[in-house]
């Protein structure tokens, strides 16, 4: 595990659609683990992998002591809409009133490949 550098608006990464990812390797668990450490450290409540750099689907999450991530993540929304102050860690410093989906439902594969699914209402769906 490593913590890795944060990339910051502007960067194409960010901008570039994520690959769907294919392989569930040893490198797909390094790169769950170095985004746990990376988001723990900043610290943050999420952190997408293009955020370090890695045009991949891969998301990783920490809310209410849940600890957790998503592989090849596909999001179903509440039309109910909740709006409360956040911020980004590609975005440093900044925070805003942000409407979003009350409740989420994420669908997707952990990083061994197996089905996971979770759902999460006020912060657990925003992260």
């Given amino acids: 595990m490593a913590i890795q550098p944060i990339r910051f608006f502007g ?3 960010l901008t570039t659609p994520a690959e769907v990812v294919t392989s569930f390797d040893k490198e797909l668990r390094e790169l769950v683990a170095d985004l746990t450490e990376t988001m ?3 610290p943050g409540a999420g952190l997408a992998a293009p955020q370090i750099g890695v045009s991949l689907r891969v998301f ?3 809310v209410d002591d849940q600890l957790g991530h998503l592989v090849n993540p596909e999001l179903t929304l509440s039309e109910e809409i909740q709006e409360g102050e956040e911020g980004c860690l590609s975005f440093p410093e900044l925070r805003y009133d942000t409407p979003r989906a009350y409740r989420a439902v994420a669908r997707g594969f952990t990083m061994h490949g197996e089905p996971l699914i979770v759902e999460g209402t006020e912060f657990l769906a925003r992260a």
């Fill in 11 to 13: 960067d194409p990464v």
């Fill in 40 to 42: 723990l450290d900043a």
């Fill in 60 to 62: 990783v999450w920490h």
